[in-house]
């Protein structure tokens, strides 16, 4: 067996056995992915370059090296609708992929959610609702094993299941003093609200899979300065039952030249750096491509050692 696979295995401890399913992959470029972690967001793209149709893709891969490393990727699409005073309607959805070795799903959701403002160019109290259908399953015929069915049969199980998120969210634009035409932000969801306690069951026995609900919580500044820039620190907050919370900070300057980097690192020592290109009215386009990079590394020394983590992600945003 591979190390990998080894791992894995172990989260099967019997025909009794039962293990926990991750929720959302940790992004490195959170931010660009808002709208997925809290679904009453209105989107980087609408708080930082005010444009309110965005297009996107993200892929992330961690536990470099490894053979069967997790794999996420991510299509996506929102729209804020501002002159809906006084509520503005959001909408879009998103279809998500996560691969880990044997074991994997993927989810086709819808996003609704409004805007209670009578300018959200200024502010806004959002409120939103991700809805969709989840597919889990277990490759149960890649696992190799020491001994020929000594866990699980070779037969490869899926369940398809509904799931819902919900957020809340809010914006600020500030006035006056040294603050000025600044944004400050904040929000908590749970972009997977249902808790599944999945069977998959065989001739040969049964496994389970448990799926428990995460709290997410976000808080950014946007400081704007007078030549384009910006500066955003953000802190991203996961919370879970029964583990420690885990809390994630980050610093990013957007330069006037269209280029931006970024660096921070979280509780469960892990520490990631961004960098990334915008390309719009430097090239004379009226819309704006973003191309962003983002490596992570843990320093953590609790378990094997599992290499970085990459992450790629485009977006293409137009005000409309």
């Known amino acids: 067996m591979s190390r990998l696979q080894s791992y894995l295995v172990c989260l099967f401890v019997g025909i009794a056995g039962q293990s926990f399913s991750q929720q959302l992959s ?18 980087s793209s609408y708080l930082g370059y005010g444009e309110n149709l965005t297009f996107g893709a993200s892929y992330r891969v961690q536990w470099q090296g490894f053979e069967g490393a997790p794999t996420t990727a991510n299509l996506r699409g929102d729209f804020l609708y501002t002159e809906g005073s006084p509520v503005s309607i959001m909408g879009g959805g998103y279809l998500l992929n996560d691969q880990t070795g044997p074991t994997g799903f993927t989810g ?10 009578d300018d959200p160019y200024y502010s806004g109290l959002c409120v939103g609702l991700s809805f969709g259908m989840v597919q889990y399953r277990v490759n149960a015929s890649q696992i190799r094993l020491r001994q020929a069915n000594d866990i699980l049969s070779n037969d490869d199980q899926n369940k398809l299941f509904p799931d819902v998120g919900l957020g809340v969210f809010a914006y600020k634009k500030l006035d006056g003093g040294a603050f000025d035409g600044d944004y400050v932000y904040g929000g908590v969801s749970v972009p997977q609200v249902m808790g599944l306690d999945l069977q998959f069951e065989d001739a040969d026995g049964k496994f389970y ?9 976000m808080l950014g500044y946007y400081k704007f300065m007078r030549n384009g820039s910006f500066l955003e620190p953000s802190v991203w907050v996961k919370s879970a039952p029964h583990v420690p919370v885990n809390v994630d900070f980050n610093l990013r300057y957007q330069m006037a030249q269209n280029f931006w980097v ?13 960098l990334g290109f915008l390309l719009g009215d430097n090239l004379g386009f009226d819309n704006t491509i973003r191309i962003g990079y983002g490596y992570d590394y843990s320093f ?3 378990g094997p050692y599992t290499g970085g983590s990459h992450e790629i992600n485009i977006s293409y945003s137009l005000e409309r």
Request: hydrophobic share 30%.
């Open 108 to 117: 086709v959701y819808g996003r609704i959610g409004g805007v209670l403002s």
């Open 26 to 43: 940790l992004f490195s470029q959170y931010r660009e992915n808002q709208t997925i972690i809290n679904p009453a967001s209105p989107g």
């Open 262 to 274: 970024g660096a921070g690192a979280a509780t469960s020592k892990t520490m990631h750096i961004e």
């Open 209 to 217: 899979t448990t799926r428990v609900q995460h709290i997410y919580g």
């Open 300 to 302: 953590s020394s609790f």
